[in-house]
Nanobody, 118 residues
């Protein structure tokens, strides 16, 4: 079955960097748009932070992370990464890897905690 597994979270000081990785299995990874979401403390909703399309690898970013985060994918390894630079305390959240099938069903990983604090 479709599975997404994130890794790479942790504690980092403001201004620091982290790289998150998501390994996908159970579907034809190269055919699917991939997304990174985050859920900040106290917020009920997850917000999308970065998107990368399937074939062309086109990217798009939420305004708060544009210029600091970079999403990339390796279709040979079935991975999608999120490089996060110049991290700020407001980036503290649980980060989730996501994809959506052709029926519109969302699939999520288990999430990885990112904490930005001095």
């Amino acid at each position: 079955q479709l599975q997404l597994v994130e890794s790479g979270g942790g504690l980092v000081q403001p201004g620091g960097s982290l790289r998150l990785s998501c390994v996908a299995s159970g579907f034809t990874f190269s055919d699917y748009t991939m997304r990174w979401f985050r859920q900040s403390p106290g917020k009920a909703e997850r917000e999308v932070v970065a998107i990368i399309t399937a074939a062309e690898g086109l990217t798009n970013y939420a305004a708060p992370v544009k210029g600091r985060f970079t999403i990339s994918r390796d279709n040979a390894k079935n991975t999608v990464d999120l490089q996060m630079n110049n991290l700020k305390p407001e980036d503290t959240a649980v980060y989730y890897c996501n994809t959506r099938n052709r029926q519109g069903d969302d699939y999520w990983g288990q999430g990885t905690q990112v904490t930005v604090s001095a």
